[in-house]
T-cell receptor, first 112, second 113 residues
């Protein structure tokens, strides 16, 4: 059974700092891994998707890496800004039917 | 950019009442999903729908729940007799293929009183 864990549960950093969010999964036979952002009381916005054959994926100040063999992914945020404050979720598809298994999220607060 | 649209954004209902949550997925997507998130907990899978039938459902998705795609554009989740523990944010999502390309809606916050 696939389980997804994220640490830390919450993180508070000063503006401008680079930071790393961690995601681990128990079954390394994944199709891909996706990072989402969730603002309070809002929906899920897809940030990055890394295919199982990829090692990393970049979008602007965000860089996600994937190490399937160790069951880990990291989301690196460069030069953090207050607007980055949100909860970040990682998720993996359980099967080809697309059921996503989510981690519990990391709540990020970037202080001005 | 195409969006998944959910209505209503908030719904308050009395325990025992039926509710219907509505979603308009992206038009050329083939897979449709409902997820829920109880306050402070993980986002949980409820059901996936493909080729006009349920392809997978979770233990949560019992006989009180049903899904429909009545007209080729809307995708609905019905809860027949709501319980207090059904209070949650419900998210609809769609994807062109089962394993990637998900787009989520902004959610319906359901409060059962």
């Amino acid at each position: 059974k696939q389980e997804v864990t994220q640490i830390p549960a919450a993180l508070s950093v000063p503006e401008g700092e680079n930071l790393v969010l961690n995601c681990s999964f128990t079954d390394s036979a994944i199709y891909n891994l996706q990072w989402f952002r969730q603002d309070p009381g809002k929906g899920l916005t897809s940030l990055l998707l890394i295919q199982s054959s990829q090692r990393e994926q970049t979008s602007g100040r965000l860089n996600a890496s994937l190490d399937k063999s160790s069951g880990r992914s990291t989301l690196y945020i460069a030069a953090s800004q207050p607007g980055d404050s949100a909860t970040y979720l990682c998720a993996v598809p359980y099967n080809q039917g697309g059921k996503l298994i989510f981690g519990q999220g990391t709540e990020l607060s970037v202080k001005p | 950019e195409p969006e998944v649209t959910q209505t209503p954004s908030h719904q308050v209902t009395q325990m025992g009442q039926e509710v219907i949550l509505r979603c308009v997925p992206i038009s050329n997507h083939l897979y449709f999903y409902w997820y829920r998130q109880i306050l402070g907990q993980k986002v949980e899978f409820l059901v996936s729908f493909y080729n006009n039938e349920i392809s997978e459902k979770s233990e949560i998705f019992d006989d009180q729940f049903s899904v429909e795609r009545p007209d080729g554009s809307n995708f609905t989740l019905k809860i027949r007799s709501t319980k207090l523990e059904d209070s949650a944010m419900y998210f609809c999502a769609s994807s062109p293929r089962g394993e990637y390309g998900y787009t989520f809606g902004s959610g319906t916050r359901l409060t059962v009183v």
